[in-house]
T-cell receptor, first 115, second 110 residues
Framework: AQKVTQAQTEISVVEKEDVTLDCVYE???????LFWYKQPPSGELVFLIR??????QNEISGRYSWNFQKSTSSFNFTITASQVVDSAVYFC????????????FGQGTRLTINP | DVKVTQSSRYLVKRTGEKVFLECVQD?????MFWYRQDPGLGLRLIYF???????EKGDIPEGYSVSREKKERFSLILESASTNQTSMYLC?????????FGEGSRLTVL
């Protein structure tokens, strides 16, 4: 069975601090996809990134970066120089070989950035 | 931009009522999904559909049914609402590699 664990229920930091959100996954599939979504207070989930199991290169997009390590089954998300607008609930998710079909989500991490 | 629209943002219903949650997408996606979101549990898949008139159970289908009569519309039905179905319901449609979500429908069952 597939499983995603986000052990950090809530994180609170002061603006401009760096913050890392942890994600650990379990799957027996050899081909799978990992995702991060952001849910701001408005409620709509916003897609941030997708990574397939054969691509372990880290990715950077502006202040956001992702560290994928198959050896530890982790897909961690770092926000550099955090801003108040980054405050949201962040979800890590996993799907099997068919891409964005039947995503399994973690419990979510509520991130609060204080001014 | 892809648009996934859920008909009601907030609903309050009574135990035993039949509840319809409607979802419409405007990008001709074949795949549509219904999730529920609860604190500490993340999003859990209720039902999904790969095509018109086709449906498959997700991880927590008990107490729910769905209808997909047209490609753009995917309805979630609570035949007899119960208090433990109080939750946030999220609809999504997908392209390969990405799910697009609606804004959610927050249902309270009294």
């Amino acid at each position: 069975a597939q499983k995603v664990t986000q052990a950090q229920t809530e994180i609170s930091v002061v603006e401009k601090e760096d913050v890392t959100l942890d994600c650990v996954y379990e799957t027996r599939d050899t081909t799978y996809y990992l995702f991060w979504y952001k849910q701001p207070p408005s409620g709509e989930l916003v897609f941030l990134i997708r990574r397939n199991s054969f691509d372990e290169q880290n990715e950077i997009s502006g202040r956001y970066s992702w560290n994928f390590q198959k050896s530890t089954s982790s897909f961690n998300f770092t926000i550099t120089a955090s801003q108040v607008v980054d405050s949201a609930v962040y979800f890590c998710a996993l799907s099997g070989g068919r891409g964005a079909q039947k995503l399994v989500f973690g419990q979510g991490t509520r991130l609060t950035i204080n001014p | 931009d892809v648009k996934v629209t859920q008909s009601s943002r907030y609903l309050v219903k009574r135990t035993g009522e039949k509840v319809f949650l409607e979802c419409v997408q405007d990008m001709d996606h074949e795949n549509m999904f219904w999730y529920r979101q609860d604190p500490g549990l993340g999003l859990r898949l209720i039902y999904f559909s790969y095509d018109v008139k086709m449906k498959e159970k997700g991880d927590i289908p008990e107490g729910y049914s769905v209808s997909r009569e047209k490609k753009e519309r995917f309805s979630l039905i609570l035949e007899s609402a119960s208090t433990n179905q109080t939750s946030m319901y999220l609809c999504a449609s997908s392209l390969p590699g990405e799910l697009f979500f609606g804004e959610g429908s927050r249902l309270t069952v009294l």
